[in-house]
């Protein structure tokens, strides 16, 4: 299969010289189980099928974690992109660590932090991260000399970029004293839109470029999801006990799904399309991430990089967001 016409329209990421496809591979469940994020078992043969197939589809960079698997996307990763001729763009975050027994901390300590770089270096086999990003501002207090640590990374060579992830108007004000912020990765879906406000317009005034992630809720809006697929979710996924995917909030959030696949069928394409499509119809999104763990979830769901939603459609949406507030 050659690769979607809709996926060589790209999109430059704020400051940087990266030209992004509308849409990434977002590789959190292909980390695989027992971890505590984790979705569930995953065949890695599965995950390396998945990556493979949306670079040749056109998608041209992936985005992974540390922490996910507890460093085992990040191999996954490595080992879909061996031998490839041609490399996508890898973005990867810190700021999560681990201890032996699997424990989670947080960390933005400068030594922390180095420890993480080189460590994610080893594991994706690479000299240099496209895009190394704070995962998450905890703790805090030490969000000035993270950011310090990750400027001191891209001096060095080691990171070409540098952006941030779940970070509010503050916390982004406080970074950018130090270092440009090339990008902000926050969620944002139909089921949370809580950047809209404040966030998504500062970060427009700033040239900072968004990557959202998310913009399927965890798969709740896939048009898969429902009720007894979630009550037969593995132990360890973490959807299990998420609010959106347990009453009160599923019946409204499996209603807003059927809205989606009614737009949908007009155009032959699933509720999951419509989805992330919904997402890159805002302004200031460069491009969002969709996971998947199939090479046939990501044929569906590469739809939404030609797809545009009709502003009669979005105003359709948002007025079921309006009245049915998630």
């Known amino acids: 299969m050659s690769a979607i016409p809709g996926l060589t329209a790209t999109r430059s990421l704020g ?7 509308p849409i990434g591979f977002g590789a959190w469940a292909i980390g695989g189980s027992n971890w505590e994020y984790a979705w569930g078992a995953q065949d890695d043969g599965e995950s390396v099928a998945a990556i493979q197939r949306a670079l040749d ?40 660590r681990w201890e ?28 240099v991260i496209d895009l190394y990003q704070i995962h ?9 000399k993270g950011w310090e640590a990750l400027a001191r ?7 070409r970029y540098i952006g941030v992830s779940n970070f509010n108007v503050n916390q982004m004000k406080r970074a950018l004293k130090i270092a440009p912020i090339t990008s902000l990765q926050p969620p944002y879906s139909m089921l ?5 406000g404040e966030i998504l317009p500062f970060c ?25 697929r979630i009550q037969k979710l593995p132990l360890d996924d973490w959807r299990r006990k998420a609010p959106q995917f347990n009453e009160p909030k599923l019946s409204r959030n499996l209603k807003l799904v059927e809205l ?16 992330v499509a919904w997402s890159l119809h805002h302004p200031a999104i460069t491009a969002a991430i969709v996971g998947a763990r199939r090479p046939d979830q990501v044929e569906g769901t590469l739809k939404a990089a030609t797809f545009r939603l009709t502003e009669d459609e979005y105003n359709l949406i948002t007025a079921y967001l309006d009245a049915h507030p998630a």
């Open 260 to 275: 989606l696949r009614q737009i949908g069928n007009s155009h032959g394409i699933e509720p999951g399309v419509v989805a």
């Open 15 to 21: 400051n940087s010289d990266l030209q992004l496809s």
């Open 153 to 159: 990374f891209q001096q060095q060579g080691k990171a």
């Open 204 to 228: 427009q005034r700033n040239g900072i470029g968004v990557i959202n992630y998310s913009p399927m809720a965890s798969g709740l809006l896939t048009g898969k999801m429902t009720a007894e």
């Open 57 to 96: 589809l056109g998608i041209n960079w992936i985005d992974t974690a540390a922490i996910y698997g507890l460093g085992h996307s990040e191999e996954i990763v490595a080992k879909a992109l061996k031998g490839r001729s041609t490399k996508p763009f890898i973005f990867t975050k810190c700021s999560m």
């Open 192 to 196: 949370n839109r809580s950047v809209e």
């Open 100 to 127: 032996t027994d699997r424990r989670i901390y947080r960390s933005l300590k400068a030594d922390s932090l180095q420890e993480e770089l080189e460590n994610s270096l080893r594991r994706l086999n690479v000299e």
């Open 136 to 144: 998450w501002p905890d703790p805090e207090a030490e969000i000035e």
